[in-house]
Each structure stands twice: as C-alpha cells, then as structure tokens.
C-alpha cells in the first residue's frame, strides 16, 4: 500500500434532493457568464427534467447558454469535436454537463481538445495534459460512473474501435451536482447497468496496489448501501430512500477510485464497449466476478473484507474460503438484477480476444491490478465469460 498519497476530488460537491437550483449562482462563482450545457436530447426534452431545471436556475442567475445535445453512449471522438464547434461558434466560456458519465465524459473531452490540442487520441494516458480546461461543472443524472467527480475522461475512437482514457488532476470538475430526485425516472434497466458501475468501482479500488485507508473506508461503505439499496433502486425506481443511498455510494466510489485507481474489470471492460459499443456497466458486471476470480490470490484476505461488506456469513471460514464467498456474492447480486453471465449477450466474438486482451493490458487501469498478468492470461478471462452460462 502507497505510504504516500495525493487525494483528489471537485473542490465543490452539491448533494441531496433539490440542490440542483444552486447551479447558476454557483456558476457565477466559477466566472461562467456563457455557458455550453452538454447533454443527450432525451434528457433536453423531459418536461421539467434536469437540463430544464438547469436552464431555469441560470436563467435566475442572468446566464446565457447554448445547448449540445447529441451525446451519445461510450461517447465518440466526433461527439467532442461537434462539442467543441459548437462552444467556438457561440464564444461559450465555460461547461455545464448534464447526464451520466457519458455526458460528463463528453464535456471533459470537449474542454481537452479546446485547450490541449484537436487529436485527444494523442493524449491517451496519465497526466499528459499541460493546460487547464475551461470551467467545468457536472449535474449528474445516476448513480453510475462517478466521472462527474472524477480525473478520468473515457473516449471511443470510432475508427478504431478503440476505447481510451485520458487521465488528470485538470479533468475534474470545479464543481458537482448530485441531486437524487433527477434519478427517479431512471429506467430499471439503466439503473441496474449504472449501479453496478458504482459496485465494480468500489470493489476495484479496494484491491488496487494503489489503495490506502482513506479510500479503503470509502470503498467498504459503498459496497453496503448498494447491497442495501440497488435491488431496492431497480425494483422501484421511485424509492427516494434507496436512490439517496445509491447516489452516496456513487460519490464514495468515485471519490475512492479517482485516487486508488482501478484494475482489469474497467481495463477489459473498456475494449468490450469499444469494440461493440456496449453498455459500460454491464461490461463491468459480467466480468466482474471472472476478473476477481483471477485476482483472489494476490490479497485473499482483501476479499474476505468484501464478503462481510456485501454481508456473507464468513465465521469458520478460512480466508480463502471465505474471499471465495465474495465472489459468489458478485454473481448473486448480477442474477438479481437480471444482468447477462456471458459476453455473448453483448454481441462479442472470440476473434476479437487477442486484440482486445493487448490494448486492454495497455490501458490506464491495468497498472493498479493487484494481479499481474499475461496477454494470453487476459484471452483466456474474456473466453471464460464468453463461455459462462
């Protein structure tokens, strides 16, 4: 474990039903007199739904915006550069995002290639970036990703299928909106995909090489409340209770994950939805309890912690028996919510393994898995969940 540590996170996080309505006079705060709001057109259209609500709070506030509205899932190369346009042709000064992570994935993208250079594909990795993006603000919409508290930015390149993060202290937003009321109208299906972001991003963080005690905390709490609320949360959307408990677990996984980094899930998973365009967080559950298979024999005693964080009875267990115990707990939580056990379900192909298995060893988050392993180790994890059943 790191005996040094830097800890990172927005300077300003706004959580709990209503806080939305505090954005424009925060955006004044930060020196946004124009702003891009960045969102998807479904979000733009709900009738009183979060990017209104945003309009009318900076309307309050006497701040201009122009609206991009064309994010899509596992966001493009084009989307930031038809962001970016759009930014230039209104002389924005600043971004609000509104959405999921693929919204606020877009709006730090956007804010890269205006000031650290057009191609973002040549800033792929850890910290390259030399200058500071424009103002940024996140009114997140579920509870998933973390990435509006967050320094990673995740891009597709759609020529190559390739899937690529940008990681930096200078893509975390000044400022971030959790407002658990926005995510009542989540659909079942989202909110299970989301939620289990929120669980891997927990649970990788907790056996990251890079891990330390004040992450170790966050990740332990997040894991109980989505035990204790993403079954609840997907059953019946409208529980106010078990929306609020995953937003807090949202927060605490992506504040964790944002400082001890990830692991071979996120890794893997990254080449899965680039290649096939692929939902993240069903990505990250099918591979979950695969990828921590593999893992349990770098920190058995890790994965113990997990089994009594997601509440398996351990006593009179050994330590290995008692990680296994962990493992299945994963499963058991994927099955509840009706998440597919095989890769098949997302359209994957085994001749696709190897190039996939290389660019995923290459990619940002598989430096901090505790397990190291080889390409052909990597090929094999994607067959095994291609093949479960």
Request: hydrophobic share 40%; proline share 4%; charged share 20%.
């Amino acid at each position: 474990m790191n005996k040094n540590f830097d800890f990172i996170m927005p300077s300003v996080n706004f959580f709990g039903a209503g806080v939305i309505e505090k954005i424009g006079k925060r955006a004044q705060m930060v020196n946004i007199h124009n702003a891009l709001i960045i969102t998807d057109s479904f979000l733009e259209k709900m009738p009183d739904g979060p990017v209104e609500q945003t309009i009318n709070s900076l309307k309050k506030a006497n701040i201009n915006f122009s609206i991009y509205n064309e994010v899509e899932p596992n966001p493009k190369v084009r989307n930031i550069e038809a962001a970016k346009k759009v930014y230039l042709e209104n002389n924005c000064d600043g971004i609000i995002t509104v959405g999921g992570g693929s919204a606020h994935d877009t709006g730090k993208g956007t804010g890269i290639i205006l000031t650290n250079g057009d191609d973002i594909t040549k800033l792929a990795g850890i910290e390259t970036l030399e200058n500071a993006l424009p103002p940024l603000i996140a009114v997140n919409t579920t509870a998933g990703t973390g990435s509006e508290l967050t320094r990673h930015c995740v891009i597709t390149n759609e020529e190559t299928k390739l899937k690529f993060v940008v990681v930096s202290w200078r893509n975390v937003p000044l400022v971030s909106f959790n407002d658990p009321e926005l995510m009542l109208n989540v659909p079942a299906k989202l909110t299970a995909s989301t939620g289990l972001d929120t669980f891997v991003q927990a649970i990788e963080p907790y056996v990251s090489v890079n891990r330390n005690d004040i992450t170790d905390g966050q990740c332990l709490q997040a894991i109980k409340l989505v035990e204790e609320s993403l079954r609840e949360a997907v059953a019946n959307g409208h529980n106010l209770e078990a929306r609020t408990k995953m937003v807090e677990a949202e927060m605490l996984g992506g504040m964790a994950f944002n400082n001890a980094d990830l692991g071979y899930v996120h890794a893997m998973a990254h080449q899965l939805g680039g290649q096939y365009d692929a939902p993240h967080g069903v990505c990250c559950a099918i591979l979950l309890p695969i990828v921590e298979r593999f893992n349990i024999i770098a920190a058995p005693e890790r994965f113990a912690d997990l089994a009594v964080a997601m509440g398996e009875n351990i006593d009179g267990l050994s330590i290995r028996d008692a990680a296994d115990k962990a493992i299945d707990a994963m499963q058991q939580l994927n099955d509840d919510i009706n998440i597919p056990r095989s890769i098949k379900a997302i359209g994957a192909k085994p001749e696709d393994f190897e190039l996939m298995a290389e660019n995923a060893l290459k990619d940002g988050n598989a430096f901090s898995n505790p397990r190291k392993a080889t390409k052909a180790e990597i090929v094999e994890l994607y067959q095994q969940a291609y093949d479960a059943e």
